[in-house]
């Protein structure tokens, strides 16, 4: 059941949104925009036809963009970092997981499918991700994958599998390439030292616990990624998925994959690329080249912001009030744009959503600039 | 006796019991008696000095008690008093103890401050050794470390629901002890940085609070701050 007072910032968020979506459109969108030039373009196309001018920069142009296929709009949902204990030991990291169901759950209309971006249990223990895959078969529209490092460490990811499949994988909708990797593969620390699978688990959730190795997506998955990535044509838009974030942030947080360069070298050729991570529990907003990367918040606590590396687009969300346990908090939506861009909107549980538009990255921050935080991270 | 009556009394019954139970877990989490040594006996004609182990005492002979020893004086008692307790040791703690004490006179030629941009030969002269320096960071490193356990391990917090420092504050960030003292209006007082810590043992995990002069305390504290070593001090920010 849902609390009245949630349903009714579920409204305001959802007429928010709406808004949103409209002053996007009137002020400069970029699918939209381009949708008008090429209409224009064909008028004058057909103009040129008749009137045997042909107004030779206009169809240069109009070439290069016939040449980038369009996609329809749509929209997936997220929902990241639930951290589940067994109910009996945790009961409210418990209740915040299935307060993000029933926010992507109310949703109307209901996203084309949901992200699940890793860290579902703890400790990896068989009673977490169970309870985790109980939960999740709430969720409405069908759901997605990903695998985080408190999912992995404890049996190398065998139940997990088990009970969710494969931990790296690509599928086509609408239009763009979407790709799962499993990036938070640790060389083995644990062998030498003769540690037992549940002191490897603890060693790798203890996020500031220099003992475990940096992140990887390590070289037999780049291989699969460059393999599936051969036959994609350069124009089609890709949506990549990742628990950590996909560039080079905070090594001593483990913010960080460690090939970082070499998958982004093989996502460069396509010109329109986006990384949604898990991980790092914040609003967070970078830009490498042709590459956007947001990441998700967390539904069971929020990380402070690294003490260096915040990439400078990153609008930093207000520091999470310790006197409210929800605070930072929350779930959120994706929306892909028709140029295969997307938009981001972070929704806050105790706070008013936080948008990150492709306009604010692709314009390197000087336009379309998210709300200002008020209270920074020490 | 009426009902309302009875029900008053053991109302008051059950305050007065679970006040003394408070007072009396109060006082059992309060400081660490640290050990006594009983008084040197004396004649009372002599001064008699005590060694600190307890049990070497040395008789100076023509010194009244209450009378103060010149500071050759105390040289030579202490260095006697010294003589006796090593007498007294197996042969490998006098051994380890001569060495020690070598390595401290040695050292303690060579004093060279930490804090001091830099020792020249014409500063002033100091009066702490090498050791002092290697004694109190090798303290202080002992107490942040204990700290950083405490920190990382729900069980050693005594959270109930497995949720630890630093599950929120990963090298402690965020904790910032720098901004207190400060007015908290959830806690509706002028709150220290252990009031916070309490508060987070409480609420996110879920344990009991901890006296603030528990050695888990002092320990929490002590990594916190060691943590933010060099930032400016600013009481009362939000």
């Known amino acids: ?378 | 006796m009426n009902r309302l009556q009875l029900i008053k009394l053991s109302v008051i019954a059950i305050c007065l019991l679970s006040s003394v139970i408070f007072y009396q877990s109060v006082k059992a989490q309060g400081p660490v008696q640290l050990p006594t040594h009983p008084p040197a006996k004396s004649d009372g004609k002599s001064l008699v000095v005590q060694l600190c182990d307890g049990e070497t005492n040395l008789e100076v002979k023509g010194v009244k008690p209450g009378e103060r020893l010149s500071s050759d004086q105390a040289q030579v008692v202490s260095n006697q008093l010294m003589a006796q307790w090593l007498a007294k040791q197996p042969k490998e703690v006098a051994e380890a103890w001569m060495k020690e004490n070598l390595t401290a006179k040695e050292s303690s030629k060579v004093s060279q401050p930490t804090n001091a941009v830099s020792a020249s030969t014409q500063d002033q002269p100091i009066d702490f050794s090498v050791r002092d320096y290697q004694m109190w960071k090798k303290e202080l490193d002992q107490e942040v470390t204990y700290g950083d356990q405490i920190f990382h391990d729900d069980k050693l917090l005594g959270s109930t629901n497995g949720v630890s420092c630093a599950m929120c504050h990963p090298h402690a960030a965020n904790t910032h002890p720098e901004t207190y003292p400060k007015f908290q209006i959830q806690l509706r007082k002028v709150a220290l940085l252990r009031d916070m810590i309490n508060w987070c043992i409480e609420n996110p995990s879920r344990g009991a609070k901890l006296h603030p002069d528990d050695p888990k305390m002092r320990a929490l504290e002590a990594y916190i701050m060691a943590q933010r070593k060099g930032t400016v001090m600013e009481p009362g920010k939000h």
């Open chain 1, 1 to 378: 059941m849902i609390p009245l007072k949630w349903e009714k910032r579920l409204q305001e968020y959802l007429k928010n949104r709406e808004t949103w979506m409209k002053e996007l459109y009137q002020t400069g969108n970029v699918w939209e925009g381009r949708r008008k030039f090429l209409k224009m373009a064909s008028m004058a196309a057909g103009f040129a036809a008749t009137q045997s001018f042909v107004p030779h920069s206009f169809q240069l142009v109009d070439v290069v963009n016939a040449a980038t296929p369009e996609t329809k709009p749509f929209t997936f949902a997220y929902i990241s970092d639930s951290h589940l204990y067994e109910k009996t030991l945790n009961e409210r990291f418990v209740r915040q997981l299935e307060r993000a169901v029933v926010d992507i759950n109310a949703l109307d209309p209901q996203p084309d499918f949901v992200l699940y971006g890793g860290d579902l249990a703890q400790l990896a223990q068989p009673g977490e991700l169970k309870l985790g895959a109980q939960i999740l078969k709430q969720v409405k529209a069908p759901i997605r994958m990903m695998v985080g490092e408190h999912d992995w460490f404890l049996d190398l990811g065998d139940l997990w599998k088990e009970l969710f499949g494969k931990p790296y994988y690509s599928f086509d909708h609408k239009g763009v390439h979407f790709i799962t990797l499993m990036s938070v593969n640790e060389k083995d620390f644990w062998t030498a030292k003769g540690l037992s699978p549940m002191q490897r688990m603890q060693i790798v959730s203890g996020l500031d616990d220099g003992r475990q190795s940096p992140f990887e997506v390590g070289e037999e998955e780049r291989e699969w990624l460059a393999r599936d990535l051969a036959n994609i044509p350069k124009t089609t838009p890709i949506v990549v998925f990742s628990h950590s974030p996909l560039y080079k942030l905070y090594k001593a947080w483990n913010f960080w994959t460690d090939d970082a360069e070499q998958v982004q070298a093989l996502l460069k050729p396509f010109q329109t690329v986006t990384v949604i991570h898990g991980h790092t529990h914040q609003v967070l907003s970078n830009r490498i080249d042709n590459i956007h990367f947001h990441g998700m918040l967390s539904t069971a606590w929020p990380w402070p912001y690294a003490p260096q590396g915040l990439p400078k687009l990153t609008m930093q969300m207000n520091r999470p009030d310790p006197f409210n346990q929800t605070e930072g908090l929350g779930d959120g939506i994706i929306d892909v744009l028709g140029n295969g861009r997307v938009n981001k909107r972070y929704d806050l549980w105790n706070r008013n959503p936080l948008f990150v538009s492709a306009q604010y990255l692709d314009s390197d921050g000087a336009s379309d600039v998210p709300a200002k935080t008020t209270l920074s991270s020490y």
